[in-house]
């Protein structure tokens, strides 16, 4: 299924729709199975390479995604963390907001641009870790290296209200920051393939254009997601949040390989609006992967291909207490 899914994102023509995933997909009984604390597995190499590999050991879905979070790149531009080591199952988010505003970040940032993401926090150790999951199941899973779009990196540095404020009042500084942005994320997926990524999935969850609008995402998010996707240099799947369904046709201007919606989306609608570029979708990882019954699992499954997916991913991150039985039951292994 590696190969084909490889072939599915080089834009071959293959004879089944698998099913498999770019976004986090760590479980609660994998951790368990390798013995790790999930905290610990976002500062430890060898911990975050075993909990990516862990859900394709207990299930057969081929697909790992690291990092395990998605704020390594906020990190890298100066953000503290936090890690809730006292809380089991939680992820980490921004401690605290690097800029007031867009204003304010274009006035710190290095003049010329600056290529030197790829070595800041923790982005060599995620490199790290991509190798050592490429070493262990990369025979027969593909590795998605997962980046926040640029938008979504914006929101984790500054602060929202001032930042909507700008971009009615200054939208020339906020879209200058956003390409900024594009360029430093760049780097960064690129050093994901570098390290024996597959494919690079931009999760643009703040950005899309199912939460700022349409207009919002035209004018300020086309241009750096076609910005980063042109300097990425490998397969790349574009993940959006909402319903999407009147924005596919832009959506497809981005330069993914494919987009990736979530369960809100009529994926007949989507399937149609899209020519040259892949569907991928769209089971609801809460209502269904993390709460339904069997048949319901199935059900969607069997729905997402009859309306056409290239291939059949979760809506989103996986619910880190999803049962493993839904998974193989989504992948048909049970």
């Not at 007949?268 to 990882?285: E, H, M, T, W, Y």
Request: glycine share 10%; net charge negative.
């Amino acid at each position: 299924m590696r190969e084909k899914i490889l072939d599915l994102l080089s834009g071959k023509k293959i004879d089944s729709q698998p099913v498999f995933s770019g976004l986090i997909h760590i479980t609660a009984e994998g951790l368990e199975r390798e013995g790790l604390i999930f905290h610990e597995t976002h500062k430890d190499a060898e911990k975050m390479a075993k909990a990516a590999a862990s859900t394709f050991k207990l299930t057969g879905m081929p697909s790992a995604t690291l990092p395990l979070d998605l704020c390594a790149p906020a990190e890298a531009l100066g953000s503290e963390l936090i890690f809730y080591e006292g809380d089991e199952y939680q992820f980490p988010q921004v401690k605290k907001l690097l800029f007031e505003s867009t204003s304010q970040m274009a006035g710190l940032l290095p003049a010329g641009g600056d290529a030197g993401a790829r070595q800041r926090g923790r982005i060599p150790l995620i490199c790290k870790a991509i190798e050592l999951v490429k070493n262990d199941i990369g025979k027969e899973a593909v590795i998605s290296g997962l980046i926040p779009g640029p938008y979504t990196l914006l929101i984790y540095v500054c602060k929202v209200q001032n930042l909507f404020r700008e971009m009615k009042k200054e939208p020339a500084i906020v879209a200058n920051a956003l390409l900024y942005l594009a360029d430093f994320l760049a780097d960064i997926g690129n050093a994901y393939l570098e390290a024996g990524a597959d494919f690079i999935t931009v999760h643009e969850m703040g950005g899309s254009p199912g939460f700022i609008g349409p207009a919002k995402f035209e004018e300020f998010v086309l241009a750096p997601l076609k910005a980063l996707n042109g300097k990425l240099n490998g397969p790349k799947v574009l993940s959006v949040c909402g319903n999407t369904n009147s924005s596919m046709q832009v959506l497809a201007q981005c330069g993914a390989n494919a987009i990736s919606v979530d369960q809100l989306n009529d994926l007949a609608a989507s399937r149609a609006a899209l020519k040259d570029v892949l569907l991928f979708g769209n089971i609801d990882p809460v209502e269904t992967l993390s709460r339904g019954w069997d048949a319901q699992v199935t059900e969607s499954v069997v729905g997402a291909k009859e309306a056409g997916v290239d291939a059949v991913w979760p809506g989103c991150d996986l619910v880190i207490q999803t049962p493993i039985k839904n998974i193989k039951l989504m992948t048909g292994s049970q």
